[in-house]
C-alpha cells in the first residue's frame, strides 16, 4: 500500500524523514557506545547518591557474565520484577548483554498476574526486589523458574551507604514483609550482591545478536483480556529510539548544561522504557529515578533539589501534581520538555500545568507493540491542541474503516501503522498476531483517529469503547475531555451500558472537586456542552476510579460494575 504523508512537510527543522534502523546491529552495541561516550556523565540519580555511566557500564556487564555463567540457552527469558531503583538499570542492560530476552513485570501484579506472565513468557530466571518477593512466594514453584536473583533495595549504593539504605526500608520504612523463596536444586538463589561479585570474577564474552533477535517480551496490560507479550526485537525498540532522538534533540540541543530527567513513569512500562531509559542513554542524560510516584509529597521534595530539563507523564500524574499547592514552589527555570502520553491528555490538565511551569505538555501517541512512539505533536507549539501530533520519521500511518478502505482526510477511521518500530508478533500467538496485522504489514491499533489536511491525527476513541447510541456513535475522550472542563470536577471517565430503547447509553463517573456539585449541576452543564445522544443518561460520583498502576483509567471495570449493579436492581425490583 503506497501512502501520501503530508506530514513530512511540517517536520521542524534538522528532523529527518526517515531514520536508519541498523545503525546499531543491536541494543548491545548502543548501549556500549553510549557507555563510552557518556563514561564520566551522572547516569542515574536516587535517594541523594548518583552513579555515572561508567559505574553502570561496570555492574551491568558484571551481571552479564554471571548471567552466562548459568548455560542458558540463546534467548533465554530472564525477568525483572523492580520499581524505579539503580538496581533496575544494572539489570536491564545486563540481561540484554548477556544475549537473553528481558521480561519487564509490574512489581504491583498479584499472584495471579505474576504466575501468568512468568508461565507464558517461560522465564527460567526473575530478578527482584526483595519488597515484592513475598508476591513471587505464592507462586514460585508453579512457573519454570530454574534461578531468582534476589535484590535488597541498598545492593548497589556502597559499601558504607548500601547497609543503611537497606536497613531502613526493612525496618523503618517497613517495605519489605517476610517471605520464603525457594534454595534448591530446582530453582537456585543468589543475592544480587553475589551475582556481581562472581560475575566481576568472570569472564564476559560479547554474545553475537542480530536485529531481528528478540530483546523484549512487554506484556500488553490485560484490560481487554488475557496479558499478551509483544515480541519487540533489538532492531524494533532501536528504531523507536533514534526516531524519538530525531525528534527530540534539535530542541534538547538547545539547553545549556546537563539534560535531567525525572523518571516518574515506572521504566517497567513501554512508554518509559524507551522514552526515558534508553533515549537518556542514547543522550547521556541523568535519570532522577521516582520509586513511589504516587508519594506526592515525596516526589516535589526530590524535584526540588534538581534544575531538571525534562518531565515525561501520564495525564494523571500532572492533574495530581497541579492540584498540589506546594507544586508551585518548584524551581522551572530549566525544565524544557514535558511529554505526555499513555492516555488522553485533558485540556483542563494542560492549561493549568502550563499556567504554573511555564512549559506546555507535548502529546504523543503509542503502543506497547509499537515499542512505543508512533506519533508526536511539535516541540514548538504554544498550547493545548487535543491532537496527538504527526508521525515520526520512517512511520506510514493510514487510517482504515471496518472494510479495510483507506478513509479520507477528515473522516475517522481505525490507525493503522507500519514501520520500523513495530513488532514482529504477540509471543507464540500466531492468532492473535494475524488479528492485528494487515496482509500488507501494517499494525492495527484498535484506535480511532482523524486527520487532517497536514498529515496531524486527533484520536476520537479506542474502537472497542465505542458506545452506539440508537446508531450514533458517541466517543467517551470527548465526553470527558469536556466533563472535565467544569470547575467542580477532578477526573471523570466515560462508558457505555446496556439501555433497552437506545441500545447503549452513557454513563458518567466523576470525582468532584467541590462537593456541593450535584447530578443536575453535571447534567445541565452537558445540556450545554453537548448534543442529545452524547449526553449522559447516569451519573455516580466516586471518591476515585478504579486505574492501572500507569495511571489509565480502567473504563472496563467501571463499565463491568455499572452493568453487575443495574442486573441487581433489576432482580430486586422484580422481587419485591
Not at 518548584?330 to 525544565?335: I, N, P, T
Not at 449541576?521 to 445522544?533: R, S
Request: with cysteine; proline share 5%.
Amino acid at each position: 500500500m503506497s501512502i501520501a504523508k503530508p506530514w513530512l512537510s511540517q517536520y521542524g527543522s534538522g528532523v529527518p524523514a526517515t531514520v536508519n534502523p541498523d545503525e546499531y546491529a543491536s541494543l548491545v552495541d548502543l548501549l556500549e557506545a553510549a557507555f563510552k561516550t557518556h563514561a564520566k556523565r551522572d547516569m542515574a540519580a536516587f535517594r541523594d547518591s548518583r552513579w555515572t555511566f561508567a559505574e553502570i557500564d561496570a555492574q551491568s556487564k558484571a551481571l552479564a557474565t554471571w548471567l552466562q555463567s548459568l548455560n542458558l540457552a540463546k534467548g533465554a527469558r530472564v525477568a525483572i520484577m523492580m520499581p524505579n531503583v539503580p538496581q533496575y538499570t544494572v539489570a536491564i542492560a545486563g540481561v540484554l548483554r548477556a544475549g537473553f530476552v528481558v521480561v519487564n513485570v509490574n512489581p504491583m501484579y498479584t499472584p495471579r498476574e505474576l504466575e501468568h506472565q512468568l508461565k507464558d513468557s517461560d522465564a527460567e530466571v526473575i530478578i527482584v526486589l526483595e519488597n515484592f518477593a513475598v508476591t513471587l512466594q505464592d507462586v514460585v514453584e508453579r512457573t519454570p523458574l530454574k534461578h531468582i536473583v534476589l535484590s535488597a533495595m541498598g545492593d548497589v549504593f556502597g559499601a558504607i551507604k548500601g547497609p543503611l539504605v537497606t536497613f531502613n526500608a526493612r525496618h523503618l520504612e517497613k517495605n519489605v514483609v517476610a517471605f520464603s523463596l525457594p534454595d534448591n536444586e530446582r530453582c537456585k538463589q543468589t543475592t544480587l550482591k553475589v551475582a556481581l561479585a562472581k560475575g566481576r570474577a568472570g569472564k564476559y564474552v560479547r554474545p553475537a545478536i542480530k536485529g531481528s533477535d528478540p530483546a523484549f517480551l512487554q506484556y500488553t496490560g490485560g484490560t481487554t483480556g488475557v496479558s499478551k507479550g509483544a515480541t519487540l526485537s533489538h532492531r524494533n525498540v532501536t528504531a523507536n529510539i533514534l526516531q524519538c532522538e530525531a525528534w527530540l534533540k534539535p530542541e534538547l540541543d538547545k539547553i545549556d548544561g546537563p539534560l535531567i530527567n525525572v523518571v516518574a513513569l515506572p521504566l517497567y512500562h513501554i512508554f518509559a522504557l524507551t522514552v526515558c531509559f534508553f533515549l537518556s542513554v542514547r543522550m547521556g542524560t541523568m535519570n532522577v529515578l521516582i520509586d513511589n510516584a504516587r508519594d506526592l509529597p515525596g516526589l516535589i521534595k526530590t524535584l526540588k533539589k534538581y534544575k531538571f530539563t525534562q518531565f515525561p507523564a501520564v495525564n494523571t500524574l500532572y492533574n495530581a501534581l497541579v492540584e498540589e499547592p506546594d507544586f508551585a514552589t518548584v524551581d522551572f527555570s530549566r525544565l524544557r520538555m514535558c511529554i505526555g502520553g499513555g492516555m488522553a491528555v485533558q485540556r483542563s490538565t494542560a492549561e493549568e500545568w502550563q499556567r504554573i511551569t511555564g512549559v506546555p505538555i507535548v502529546e504523543g501517541y503509542g503502543l506497547s507493540e509499537t515499542a512505543p512512539v508512533l506519533t508526536i505533536n511539535k516541540l514548538d507549539h504554544k498550547a493545548y491542541n487535543a491532537a496527538i501530533g504527526y508521525p515520526l520519521p520512517s512511520t506510514e500511518i493510514v487510517l482504515l474503516n471496518d472494510d479495510g478502505q483507506v478513509q479520507p482526510t477528515g473522516e475517522p477511521g481505525e490507525i493503522c501503522v507500519r514501520g520500523p518500530q513495530v513488532m514482529s508478533g504477540y509471543w507464540r500467538r500466531p492468532d492473535e498476531t494475524a488479528k492485528v496485522m494487515t496482509t500488507d504489514g501494517f499494525f492495527r491499533t484498535g484506535d480511532i483517529g482523524v486527520f487532517d489536511e497536514t498529515g496531524q491525527i486527533k484520536i476520537v476513541d479506542r474502537k472497542k469503547d465505542m458506545i452506539l447510541v440508537s446508531g450514533f456513535n458517541v466517543y467517551p475522550n470527548e465526553i470527558e475531555q469536556v466533563v472535565n472542563l467544569h470547575p467542580g470536577v477532578t477526573e471523570c471517565a466515560v462508558v457505555g451500558v446496556p439501555d433497552e430503547r437506545a441500545g447503549e447509553a452513557v454513563m458518567l463517573f466523576v470525582v468532584r472537586k467541590d462537593y456541593s456539585l450535584t447530578e443536575k449541576m453535571v447534567a445541565d452543564y452537558c445540556k450545554e456542552q453537548l448534543t442529545g445522544y452524547k449526553r449522559p443518561k447516569y451519573v455516580e460520583f466516586r471518591e476515585d476510579l478504579p486505574m492501572t498502576n500507569v495511571g489509565k483509567i480502567l473504563r472496563k471495570d467501571l463499565r463491568d460494575e455499572a452493568i453487575r449493579d443495574m442486573a441487581l436492581r433489576r432482580k430486586d425490583q422484580k422481587a419485591a
